[in-house]
């Protein structure tokens, strides 16, 4: 059978319907919207709407993409500014990332759905803008983890923080909780100084290097300088600094 086309019109239905769909959902209560409804929106039928995706599950996927454009967009823009510590930057996409869900709670509820989450273009975008923002403060001797684990503590506090105050609104009437997990997670995975947001220094741990804190940067610079290990060398050494710079003690 032969490759079915993609043609500009077909592009302007699937548009449509992920708007229709987009729509729905940011107006809906409790988050949840019928196929039915979206046909209807985007004035269509149940067929034509089967026919550019596969099932429910698929047009949601292509709608949390849609929604969370924005999303990247404006980590974009936060990513551009690189600060002197990583601490600060941490703080910038965590406050990014906050504002946005607690702007678009039905989109990031289902963003993180275990059905849509695995398979988010967008979501994998965002841990990699994340990933290599933690790789430059590992090369500057600023992290006391690896760059991967402190990647995944980052994401998971800043998920756990906004999915806590867009679900549970009347436990966190203020924005006290979010910024003492903020700091304690940077006070956890950093070394050095960082300001605490409005342009004081905070020391977030003592300034002296650990075996941990030296793994890390070691481990940046074996990946991104040059360096006479062959490959093999170099996968096995970076087995080795990544178990030091995780498992040494704080």
Same mark, same amino acid.
């Given at each position: 059978? #032969?490759?079915?086309? /993609?043609?500009?019109?077909? @592009?302007?239905?699937?548009?449509?319907?992920?708007? %229709?769909?987009? #729509?729905?959902?940011?107006?809906?209560?409790?988050?949840?919207?019928? +196929?039915?409804?979206?046909?209807?929106?985007?004035?269509?039928?149940?067929?034509?709407?089967?026919?550019?995706?596969? $099932?429910? !599950?698929?047009?949601?996927?292509?709608?949390?993409?849609?929604?969370?454009?924005?999303?990247?967009?404006?980590? @974009?823009?936060?990513?551009?500014?690189?600060? $002197?510590?990583?601490?600060?930057?941490?703080?910038?996409?965590?406050?990014?990332?906050?504002? =946005?869900?607690?702007?678009?709670?039905? =989109?990031?509820?289902?963003?993180?759905?275990?059905?849509?989450?695995?398979?988010?273009?967008?979501?994998? !975008?965002?841990?990699?803008?994340?990933? $290599?923002?933690?790789?430059?403060?590992?090369?500057?001797?600023?992290?006391?983890?690896?760059?991967?684990? %402190?990647?995944?503590?980052?994401?998971?506090?800043?998920?756990?923080?906004?999915?806590?105050?867009?679900?549970?609104?009347?436990?966190?009437?203020? $924005?006290? =909780?979010?910024?003492?997990?903020?700091?304690?997670?940077?006070?956890?995975?950093?070394?050095?100084?960082?300001?605490?947001?409005?342009?004081?220094? /905070? @020391?977030?741990?003592?300034?002296? #290097?650990?075996?941990?804190?030296?793994?890390?940067?070691?481990?940046?610079?074996?990946?991104? !300088?040059?360096?006479?290990?062959?490959?093999?060398? @170099?996968?096995?050494?970076?087995?080795?600094? +990544?178990?030091?710079?995780?498992?040494?003690?704080?």
């Amino acid at each position: 059978m #032969a490759a079915r086309t /993609r043609t500009p019109q077909t @592009r302007t239905v699937q548009i449509r319907i992920i708007e %229709a769909a987009a #729509a729905l959902l940011a107006k809906s209560v409790d988050g949840d919207i019928s +196929t039915r409804e979206i046909c209807d929106a985007a004035g269509v039928t149940a067929p034509t709407l089967y026919h550019y995706f596969r $099932d429910k !599950e698929s047009l949601l996927r292509a709608v949390v993409d849609f929604g969370w454009t924005d999303f990247l967009k404006s980590k @974009r823009s936060v990513a551009v500014v690189v600060h $002197d510590h990583i601490g600060d930057d941490i703080r910038a996409g965590w406050y990014n990332h906050i504002d =946005f869900a607690q702007k678009n709670p039905n =989109f990031y509820r289902l963003m993180w759905a275990p059905g849509v989450a695995p398979n988010s273009v967008a979501l994998a !975008e965002a841990h990699r803008m994340l990933y $290599d923002r933690m790789k430059l403060g590992a090369s500057r001797g600023q992290l006391r983890v690896s760059p991967a684990t %402190a990647a995944r503590i980052v994401m998971s506090a800043t998920v756990g923080a906004a999915t806590a105050l867009i679900t549970q609104p009347e436990h966190y009437t203020d $924005d006290s =909780f979010s910024k003492q997990l903020l700091e304690a997670v940077i006070a956890f995975v950093t070394v050095g100084a960082a300001t605490n947001g409005e342009g004081r220094s /905070r @020391r977030a741990a003592p300034r002296s #290097a650990t075996i941990a804190s030296v793994a890390a940067t070691l481990s940046s610079k074996l990946e991104s !300088e040059p360096n006479p290990l062959t490959p093999a060398e @170099r996968q096995l050494l970076q087995q080795w600094l +990544t178990v030091l710079a995780d498992t040494a003690t704080p």
